[in-house]
């Protein structure tokens, strides 16, 4: 069975500065989908950045960008310039298929605290 | 477009009830999936339907159960509560669950059990 690990429980950056959430799975397979998502208090989970194991190339949504290292089962986010509106629950989350039919596997997440 | 819909957002039940939540998918998703929530778990998968079939299925025990209509609306039972099924029951909705696509929750139904 897939596992993801989220080794943060909490994170704390400073307004318009960077940091680094990392995400660690063990699968089996060579073929597979890792995705990021945000959960505000709001509760509602939202894609924040898809990554193709097949891609070599880093996934990159304006501010949020990864680092995936495939030999390392590593896969960590980066956010740049952070804003007050980026503190949430952030959720590492693997998929078999990618649009997670199959269900996905969600890492115990990490809690970013955004200080002004 | 509307989201996904779930409802009740708020339930307090008490140990020995059975409990039915409700999810409507954005318009045109023929993919339903249902998560649970807890702080000791975390996010775990539940099950899957797609035109009126659970296509997947979790490692949850058969007091949850689902089922959806023809109009891709979904609902999830719980029957014989027990304290440990208090959780934020999340929804999710595609197209059809293939490869490209993009899953959107919902806000969830707060369950608790007293």
């Known amino acids: 069975a897939q596992t993801v690990t989220q080794s943060q429980p909490e994170m704390s950056v400073q307004e318009a500065e960077t940091v680094t959430l990392s995400c660690t799975y063990d699968?089996?397979?060579?073929?597979?989908?890792l995705f990021w998502y945000k959960q505000p208090p709001s509760r509602q989970m939202i894609l924040v950045i898809r990554q193709e194991a097949y891609k070599q190339q880093n996934a990159t949504e304006n501010r949020f960008s990864v680092n995936f290292q495939k030999a390392a089962k590593s896969f960590s986010l980066k956010i740049s310039d952070s804003q007050l509106g980026d503190a949430a629950m952030y959720f590492c989350a693997y998929s078999d298929s990618g649009g997670g039919a199959d269900g996905l596997t969600f890492g115990k997440g990490t809690h970013l605290i955004i200080q002004p | 477009k509307a989201g996904v819909t779930q409802t009740p957002r708020y339930l307090i039940k008490t140990r020995g009830q059975q409990v039915t939540l409700s999810c409507s998918p954005i318009?045109?998703?023929?993919?339903v999936s249902w998560y649970q929530q807890t702080p000791g778990q975390g996010l775990q998968f539940l099950f899957e339907?797609?035109?009126?079939?659970?296509?997947n299925k979790g490692n949850f025990p058969g007091r949850f159960s689902g089922r959806q209509f023809s109009n891709s609306r979904s609902e999830m039972n719980v029957s014989t509560l027990e304290l440990g099924d208090s959780a934020l029951y999340l929804c999710a909705s595609s197209l059809i669950g293939g490869l490209d696509e993009k899953l959107f929750f919902g806000s969830g139904t707060q369950l608790s059990v007293l």
């Open positions: 318009s045109g998703h023929r993919s």
């Open positions: 699968t089996s397979e060579s073929d597979y989908y």
């Open positions: 339907y797609f035109s009126e079939t659970q296509r």
